[in-house]
């Protein structure tokens, strides 16, 4: 009895000591994010978070912080190539999703990627990544429809389409007031899961008064 007792002890701990270590990281890395000035400050936060996703391997949250992070570099450094940072980020995405496959932050991320790409060059790509832009949301909406960020994400795309395309401010406004709603109770699973863009609604719907 006594030595199942120690042997349940000793592995507790070592759940402990990973969760632990763990949380370590991901704090260490949300505070690199938190900080990052620069596209290349960024970059090194993906780099990092990737290596904690390697490290874990069964946990989507460092994959998905690192595409994320990849995403906002590129944004971050105009001269950057942004279809190359697509393709980088698509791979991490890729590694997060083998983890968990229906998840609403994914697609989220899914739809920033497209849209960076679309952005190449708006009049002959936005058919057909404002096509992969439209069903990344609508699966992001699909898999937690309490979720804001799909909302966020779709007002801040369709602020800057044209009224003739189906977009524009009053297309826009109503997505934000959706997803300003939806943040009031909205709450995260850990202090580690996304909890971002509140304030980016915010501004925007004040853009589309």
Same mark, same amino acid.
């Given at each position: 009895?006594?030595?199942?007792?120690?042997?349940? %002890?000793? %592995?507790? !701990? *070592? /759940?402990?000591?990973? =969760?632990?270590? %763990?949380?370590?990281?991901? =704090?260490? *890395?949300?505070?690199?994010?938190?900080?990052?000035?620069?596209?290349?400050?960024?970059?090194?936060? !993906?780099?990092?978070?990737?290596? #904690?996703?390697? $490290? +874990?391997?069964?946990?989507?949250?460092?994959?998905?912080?690192?595409?994320?992070?990849?995403?906002?570099?590129?944004?971050?450094?105009?001269?950057?190539?942004?279809?190359?940072?697509?393709?980088?980020?698509?791979?991490?995405?890729?590694?997060?999703?083998?983890?968990?496959?229906?998840?609403?932050? /994914?697609?989220?991320?899914?739809?920033?990627?497209? #849209?960076?790409?679309?952005? #190449?060059? &708006?009049?002959?790509?936005? =058919?057909?990544?404002?096509?992969?832009?439209? +069903? &990344? /949301?609508?699966?992001?909406?699909?898999?937690?429809?309490?979720?804001?960020?799909?909302?966020?994400?779709? *007002?801040?795309?369709?602020?800057?389409?044209?009224?003739?395309?189906?977009?524009?401010?009053?297309?826009?406004?109503?997505?934000?007031?959706? !997803? /300003?709603?939806?943040?009031?109770?909205?709450?995260?699973?850990?202090?580690?899961?996304?909890?971002?863009?509140? +304030?980016?609604?915010?501004? @925007? @719907?004040? $853009?589309?008064?």
């Amino acid at each position: 009895m006594k030595k199942l007792f120690v042997v349940a %002890f000793l %592995f507790l !701990s *070592g /759940i402990l000591t990973a =969760q632990s270590k %763990f949380e370590g990281a991901m =704090q260490n *890395g949300l505070t690199q994010m938190s900080q990052a000035k620069s596209g290349e400050d960024m970059a090194a936060t !993906s780099a990092f978070f990737e290596r #904690v996703g390697d $490290a +874990e391997k069964d946990k989507w949250l460092p994959y998905y912080y690192a595409a994320r992070t990849y995403v906002l570099s590129a944004w971050m450094t105009p001269k950057s190539d942004k279809d190359k940072a697509a393709e980088k980020a698509k791979e991490l995405i890729a590694k997060a999703e083998s983890i968990d496959k229906n998840n609403s932050e /994914i697609f989220c991320l899914k739809q920033t990627v497209a #849209v960076m790409q679309l952005t #190449v060059d &708006a009049m002959s790509r936005w =058919q057909t990544y404002g096509a992969v832009a439209a +069903e &990344a /949301i609508a699966r992001a909406k699909a898999a937690d429809p309490k979720n804001p960020r799909p909302y966020l994400l779709e *007002g801040q795309y369709q602020i800057n389409v044209p009224e003739a395309f189906g977009g524009g401010k009053t297309v826009a406004k109503k997505l934000l007031e959706k !997803s /300003i709603s939806l943040y009031e109770t909205f709450q995260p699973a850990s202090p580690f899961h996304p909890n971002w863009g509140k +304030e980016d609604a915010v501004k @925007l @719907l004040a $853009a589309c008064q």
